[in-house]
Protein backbone atom coordinates (compact mmCIF):
# COMPACT_ATOMS: atom_id res chain seq x y z
CA UNK A 1 0.00 0.00 0.00
CA UNK A 2 1.21 3.70 -0.82
CA UNK A 3 1.30 6.34 2.33
CA UNK A 4 0.19 9.61 2.52
CA UNK A 5 2.80 10.84 4.04
CA UNK A 6 5.81 10.13 6.79
CA UNK A 7 4.71 9.97 10.03
CA UNK A 8 7.96 9.12 12.01
CA UNK A 9 11.52 9.17 10.76
CA UNK A 10 14.02 6.80 13.87
CA UNK A 11 17.49 6.57 12.66
CA UNK A 12 19.66 4.62 14.85
CA UNK A 13 22.59 6.15 14.77
CA UNK A 14 23.96 8.86 12.27
CA UNK A 15 27.55 8.17 12.82
CA UNK A 16 29.21 4.99 13.95
CA UNK A 17 26.74 3.96 16.37
CA UNK A 18 26.31 8.09 17.49
CA UNK A 19 22.74 10.01 17.35
CA UNK A 20 19.88 7.87 17.87
CA UNK A 21 17.33 9.89 15.62
CA UNK A 22 13.71 10.24 16.11
CA UNK A 23 11.46 12.77 14.33
CA UNK A 24 7.74 13.16 14.11
CA UNK A 25 6.63 14.74 11.24
CA UNK A 26 3.63 16.93 9.83
CA UNK A 27 1.56 16.02 7.32
CA UNK A 28 2.49 19.18 5.52
CA UNK A 29 5.65 21.09 5.48
CA UNK A 30 8.63 19.95 8.25
CA UNK A 31 12.10 22.00 7.84
CA UNK A 32 15.13 21.21 9.48
CA UNK A 33 17.93 23.11 10.62
CA UNK A 34 20.95 23.17 12.89
CA UNK A 35 24.75 24.23 12.43
CA UNK A 36 26.87 23.14 9.64
CA UNK A 37 27.88 19.42 10.64
CA UNK A 38 25.01 18.67 12.63
CA UNK A 39 23.48 16.17 10.28
CA UNK A 40 21.00 17.76 8.67
CA UNK A 41 21.48 16.14 5.29
CA UNK A 42 22.83 12.95 6.24
CA UNK A 43 19.06 12.59 7.61
CA UNK A 44 17.73 13.22 4.86
CA UNK A 45 20.04 10.93 2.84
CA UNK A 46 19.75 8.24 4.95
CA UNK A 47 15.81 8.78 4.45
CA UNK A 48 16.08 8.61 1.02
CA UNK A 49 18.11 5.76 0.56
CA UNK A 50 15.71 4.19 2.69
CA UNK A 51 12.56 5.06 0.08
CA UNK A 52 14.22 3.48 -2.78
CA UNK A 53 15.46 0.25 -1.06
CA UNK A 54 12.61 -2.78 -2.53
CA UNK A 55 11.22 -4.84 -0.15
CA UNK A 56 13.66 -7.64 -0.27
CA UNK A 57 17.08 -4.83 -0.18
CA UNK A 58 15.40 -3.37 2.91
CA UNK A 59 14.28 -6.56 5.10
CA UNK A 60 18.14 -7.77 4.19
CA UNK A 61 20.06 -4.39 4.71
CA UNK A 62 18.01 -2.75 7.83
CA UNK A 63 20.71 -3.32 10.10
CA UNK A 64 23.34 -1.77 8.17
CA UNK A 65 20.98 1.42 7.19
CA UNK A 66 19.46 1.49 10.98
CA UNK A 67 16.17 3.51 9.34
CA UNK A 68 12.53 2.95 10.09
CA UNK A 69 9.90 4.71 8.66
CA UNK A 70 6.51 5.06 10.03
CA UNK A 71 3.48 5.64 7.35
CA UNK A 72 0.20 7.57 7.30
CA UNK A 73 -1.91 5.07 6.90
CA UNK A 74 0.27 2.26 9.28
CA UNK A 75 -0.47 -0.85 7.20
CA UNK A 76 1.86 1.48 4.62
CA UNK A 77 5.02 0.30 3.30
CA UNK A 78 6.12 3.03 0.42
CA UNK A 79 5.35 6.53 -0.37
CA UNK A 80 5.40 8.35 -3.85
CA UNK A 81 8.29 11.21 -3.41
CA UNK A 82 10.65 13.33 -5.25
CA UNK A 83 13.67 15.02 -4.47
CA UNK A 84 15.89 18.15 -5.06
CA UNK A 85 18.80 19.26 -4.70
CA UNK A 86 19.90 23.09 -4.43
CA UNK A 87 23.62 22.42 -5.65
CA UNK A 88 24.56 22.92 -9.29
CA UNK A 89 27.71 20.68 -10.95
CA UNK A 90 28.59 19.89 -14.24
CA UNK A 91 27.71 16.87 -15.88
CA UNK A 92 29.79 14.20 -15.69
CA UNK A 93 28.14 10.59 -16.44
CA UNK A 94 29.13 9.24 -19.94
CA UNK A 95 25.32 7.59 -20.03
CA UNK A 96 23.65 11.02 -19.57
CA UNK A 97 26.19 13.04 -21.87
CA UNK A 98 25.71 10.48 -24.42
CA UNK A 99 21.66 10.87 -24.38
CA UNK A 100 21.59 14.28 -24.20
CA UNK A 101 24.96 15.78 -26.58
CA UNK A 102 22.15 17.33 -29.16
CA UNK A 103 20.21 19.30 -26.26
CA UNK A 104 23.16 20.88 -25.37
CA UNK A 105 23.13 20.52 -21.56
CA UNK A 106 26.04 21.06 -19.37
CA UNK A 107 24.65 20.96 -15.76
CA UNK A 108 22.56 18.43 -13.62
CA UNK A 109 20.09 21.40 -12.83
CA UNK A 110 19.74 21.16 -16.86
CA UNK A 111 19.51 17.18 -16.57
CA UNK A 112 16.84 17.62 -14.32
CA UNK A 113 14.77 19.71 -16.25
CA UNK A 114 15.40 17.56 -19.32
CA UNK A 115 13.43 14.66 -17.77
CA UNK A 116 10.80 16.90 -15.90
CA UNK A 117 9.90 17.95 -19.79
CA UNK A 118 8.71 14.41 -20.25
CA UNK A 119 6.95 14.32 -16.91
CA UNK A 120 5.21 17.83 -18.49
CA UNK A 121 4.16 16.26 -20.89
CA UNK A 122 2.62 13.18 -19.55
CA UNK A 123 0.74 15.59 -16.75
CA UNK A 124 -0.82 17.20 -19.49
CA UNK A 125 -2.02 13.77 -21.15
CA UNK A 126 -3.45 12.95 -17.84
CA UNK A 127 -4.65 16.79 -17.02
CA UNK A 128 -6.67 15.29 -20.51
CA UNK A 129 -7.83 11.80 -19.09
CA UNK A 130 -9.20 13.57 -16.26
CA UNK A 131 -11.37 15.34 -17.52
CA UNK A 132 -12.87 12.78 -20.12
CA UNK A 133 -13.36 10.42 -16.99
CA UNK A 134 -15.53 13.11 -15.39
CA UNK A 135 -18.04 13.87 -18.52
CA UNK A 136 -17.42 10.08 -19.23
CA UNK A 137 -19.10 9.23 -15.89
CA UNK A 138 -21.86 11.47 -15.85
CA UNK A 139 -20.33 13.33 -13.07
CA UNK A 140 -23.38 15.67 -12.08
CA UNK A 141 -20.24 18.50 -11.09
CA UNK A 142 -17.94 17.19 -14.36
CA UNK A 143 -18.27 20.79 -15.70
CA UNK A 144 -16.79 22.38 -12.34
CA UNK A 145 -14.39 19.60 -11.72
CA UNK A 146 -12.93 19.66 -15.13
CA UNK A 147 -12.94 23.43 -15.12
CA UNK A 148 -10.89 23.61 -11.90
CA UNK A 149 -8.24 20.85 -13.38
CA UNK A 150 -8.01 22.92 -16.98
CA UNK A 151 -6.84 26.15 -14.58
CA UNK A 152 -3.94 24.14 -12.91
CA UNK A 153 -1.45 24.73 -15.97
CA UNK A 154 -2.79 27.93 -16.49
CA UNK A 155 -1.54 28.52 -12.27
CA UNK A 156 0.94 27.04 -12.85
CA UNK A 157 2.09 29.27 -15.99
CA UNK A 158 0.67 32.44 -14.21
CA UNK A 159 3.07 31.99 -11.17
CA UNK A 160 6.54 31.29 -13.35
CA UNK A 161 5.43 34.37 -15.19
CA UNK A 162 5.29 36.66 -12.07
CA UNK A 163 8.19 35.19 -10.45
CA UNK A 164 10.22 35.73 -14.09
CA UNK A 165 9.09 39.17 -14.74
CA UNK A 166 11.81 41.23 -13.51
CA UNK A 167 13.66 39.75 -15.60
CA UNK A 168 11.26 39.71 -18.89
CA UNK A 169 10.70 36.26 -19.59
CA UNK A 170 7.30 34.49 -19.79
CA UNK A 171 6.58 31.01 -20.78
CA UNK A 172 5.33 30.42 -23.97
CA UNK A 173 1.94 29.15 -23.80
CA UNK A 174 1.55 27.83 -27.59
CA UNK A 175 4.11 24.88 -26.51
CA UNK A 176 3.28 22.10 -24.92
CA UNK A 177 7.00 21.49 -23.54
CA UNK A 178 8.37 24.40 -21.58
CA UNK A 179 9.91 27.13 -23.96
CA UNK A 180 9.91 31.13 -22.85
CA UNK A 181 10.00 34.26 -24.63
CA UNK A 182 13.10 36.92 -23.89
CA UNK A 183 12.93 39.95 -25.30
CA UNK A 184 10.72 38.52 -28.32
CA UNK A 185 13.35 35.94 -28.64
CA UNK A 186 12.53 32.37 -28.15
CA UNK A 187 14.36 30.14 -25.37
CA UNK A 188 14.86 26.92 -24.06
CA UNK A 189 15.10 26.47 -20.14
CA UNK A 190 18.83 25.35 -20.19
CA UNK A 191 19.93 28.89 -21.27
CA UNK A 192 18.31 30.02 -17.79
CA UNK A 193 19.91 31.18 -15.03
CA UNK A 194 20.99 28.69 -12.09
CA UNK A 195 18.63 30.26 -9.41
CA UNK A 196 16.08 30.72 -12.34
CA UNK A 197 16.21 26.36 -13.25
CA UNK A 198 16.19 25.59 -9.48
CA UNK A 199 12.86 27.72 -9.05
CA UNK A 200 11.10 26.05 -12.23
CA UNK A 201 12.39 22.89 -11.25
CA UNK A 202 10.92 23.00 -7.80
CA UNK A 203 7.40 23.91 -9.51
CA UNK A 204 7.47 21.85 -12.06
CA UNK A 205 7.86 18.62 -9.95
CA UNK A 206 5.40 19.80 -7.50
CA UNK A 207 2.64 20.67 -10.32
CA UNK A 208 3.40 17.31 -12.80
CA UNK A 209 1.98 15.16 -9.08
CA UNK A 210 -1.22 16.41 -10.08
CA UNK A 211 -2.14 17.57 -6.93
CA UNK A 212 -1.97 13.81 -4.96
CA UNK A 213 -0.07 12.98 -1.98
CA UNK A 214 3.72 12.73 -1.98
CA UNK A 215 6.77 13.53 0.10
CA UNK A 216 8.98 16.12 -1.46
CA UNK A 217 12.51 15.82 -0.02
CA UNK A 218 14.37 18.79 -0.35
CA UNK A 219 17.96 19.63 1.03
CA UNK A 220 19.01 22.87 0.54
CA UNK A 221 17.16 23.83 -1.89
CA UNK A 222 18.10 28.00 -1.35
CA UNK A 223 21.18 27.98 -2.27
CA UNK A 224 21.06 29.66 -6.00
CA UNK A 225 17.40 31.31 -4.84
CA UNK A 226 16.95 35.12 -4.40
CA UNK A 227 16.29 36.20 -1.18
CA UNK A 228 12.32 37.10 -2.32
CA UNK A 229 11.89 33.54 -4.36
CA UNK A 230 13.20 31.80 -0.94
CA UNK A 231 10.37 33.25 1.10
CA UNK A 232 8.21 32.00 -0.87
CA UNK A 233 9.03 29.27 -1.50
CA UNK A 234 6.93 27.40 0.92
CA UNK A 235 3.69 29.20 -0.38
CA UNK A 236 4.29 28.36 -3.98
CA UNK A 237 4.84 24.38 -3.07
CA UNK A 238 1.56 24.41 -0.92
CA UNK A 239 -0.13 26.35 -3.25
CA UNK A 240 0.22 23.87 -6.11
CA UNK A 241 0.01 20.85 -4.23
CA UNK A 242 -1.95 21.22 -0.72
CA UNK A 243 -1.50 17.21 -0.62
CA UNK A 244 2.62 17.23 -0.51
CA UNK A 245 4.40 16.41 2.20
CA UNK A 246 7.29 18.68 2.41
CA UNK A 247 10.75 17.80 4.33
CA UNK A 248 13.51 19.81 3.89
CA UNK A 249 16.99 21.13 5.02
CA UNK A 250 17.79 24.89 5.31
CA UNK A 251 20.41 27.53 6.62
CA UNK A 252 18.69 30.19 5.34
CA UNK A 253 15.86 32.31 7.70
CA UNK A 254 14.44 33.41 4.92
CA UNK A 255 12.69 30.01 3.53
CA UNK A 256 10.81 30.40 7.09
CA UNK A 257 10.04 33.94 7.26
CA UNK A 258 6.46 33.78 5.72
CA UNK A 259 4.82 31.95 8.37
CA UNK A 260 6.32 28.71 8.69
CA UNK A 261 8.51 29.13 11.76
CA UNK A 262 6.08 26.87 13.45
CA UNK A 263 7.35 23.79 11.26
CA UNK A 264 10.86 24.50 12.26
CA UNK A 265 12.83 21.33 14.07
CA UNK A 266 16.73 21.43 15.23
CA UNK A 267 18.44 18.59 14.69
CA UNK A 268 19.43 18.51 18.67
CA UNK A 269 15.87 18.41 19.43
CA UNK A 270 15.02 15.06 17.49
CA UNK A 271 18.71 13.33 19.62
CA UNK A 272 17.24 10.73 21.58
CA UNK A 273 19.76 10.21 25.11
CA UNK A 274 21.21 6.84 24.82
Same mark, same amino acid.
Given at each position: ??????????? &????????H??????????VLS???G #???? @????????R? @????????? %????????? %????E??????F?V???? %?????S??I?GK??????? @??L????????????????N? /??????????????A??????I?? &??? $????L??Q??Q???? $???? /????????H????IT?YVL???????????L????????PY??????????? $????????????????? /??? #?I??? $???? #?I????????T???????D?
Amino acid at each position: MTAKYIKRIEI &ESLWRGTRHIVWNLRPGVNVLSGING #VGKS @TILRKTIRRL @TQGREELER %DYNQLGVHL %DFEPEEADTVRFDVIRGV %DRPLVSADILGKVVEARLT @TELDWQLYQLQRRYLDYQVNQ /SNRIVALFTASDPEAQQKAAAIAT &EKG $HFQDLVDQLFQATGK $HIDR /SSNEIYFFHLDERITPYVLSSGEKQMLIILLTVLVENREPYVLLMDEPEISL $HIEWQQRLLELITDLNP /SAQ #VILTT $HSPA #VIMSGWADCVTDVEDIIVDE
